[in-house]
């Protein structure tokens, strides 16, 4: 089908649009923007100027893409904003472009849902398959991994990572890294084990389930020095990816990683 522009839009004449592209009502396409066949925009929408997104986006109304960076760094420089296939923008979503000092770029994968009013900052990398529900806020240079779900009114700290698998609870602050496969919740938030149903309904095995509960328990709940643990947690279970993983994701961490929830905050840096 070719592509249908509302007579109300207003469409720079430097941006490429795809076939069968609906732009709605009132919505502005900045100039080097670069939109996928199929895409939707629907009324009173906004992408912004160096945006490239894939095939099949739907970006409803009122969400704004790729506006620049709250950075107090940031001159204009050029940056982007570089999304994949077939995701949703929900109302109110805001996506702002990469910084010179960081990525040079946000990036987002294919396959995601963000809710009314999540935000993204300056030089996240979203994976696919992610789920970040209503007035979720990442600050900049926040990593999630595929197939991870960050609960309504989340806070992700700057710098953060988010493995994949993970599930992140509602009303809760994330300032250190969530390991892959995990389960964490709290105002200042902890981790509870290995994302049991998550991982369930993705399929994974029994025994990759058991393993990683029980790589759990050794590395965070034996007593042993980090590292330790870490070590015996590989050697126990040499087979499974998964656990191998968890320790690579642990032991490549700047910013420390949440604590479990039965130990004190004091013993996080271990």
Aim: with cysteine; glycine share 10%; proline share 4%.
């Amino acid at each position: 089908m070719p592509t249908q522009i509302h007579p109300t839009a207003v469409v720079h004449p430097g941006a490429k649009l795809g076939s069968d592209v609906q732009v709605g009502a009132y919505c502005v396409i900045e100039d080097k923007v670069e939109i996928g066949d199929g895409c939707i925009l629907d009324a009173f929408s906004q992408v912004k100027a160096y945006t490239s997104m894939g095939f099949g986006n739907h970006i409803h109304s009122y969400a704004c893409i790729g506006d620049a960076p709250q950075h107090l760094g940031f001159k204009g420089e050029e940056t982007w904003v570089r999304i994949g296939e077939s995701n949703h923008f929900r109302e109110y979503v805001t996506v702002h472009r990469g910084t010179p000092q960081g990525h040079k770029e946000t990036t987002i994968g294919s396959h995601c849902l963000f809710m009314a009013y999540a935000h993204v900052a300056h030089d996240c990398r979203i994976g696919n398959h992610v789920i970040v529900a209503n007035a979720v806020s990442m600050a900049g240079h926040v990593d999630i991994g595929d197939h991870a779900i960050v609960s309504g009114m989340a806070a992700v700290q700057q710098f953060a990572r988010i493995g994949e698998f993970a599930f992140l609870g509602g009303l809760s602050g994330y300032s250190n890294d969530v390991p892959p496969y995990m389960l964490a919740q709290g105002t200042r938030a902890r981790l509870y084990g290995p994302n049991l149903i998550g991982l369930k309904r993705k399929g994974f095995s029994a025994p990759t389930i058991n393993a990683l509960k029980k790589a759990y328990r050794v590395i965070f709940r034996s007593g042993l020095m980090r590292e330790e643990a870490l070590t015996k947690a590989l050697a126990d279970h040499p087979d499974v990816p998964e656990v191998a993983r968890l320790v690579e994701f642990m032991r490549s961490t700047v910013r420390g990683i949440t604590a479990d929830a039965g130990r004190s905050s004091s013993n996080n840096e271990d």
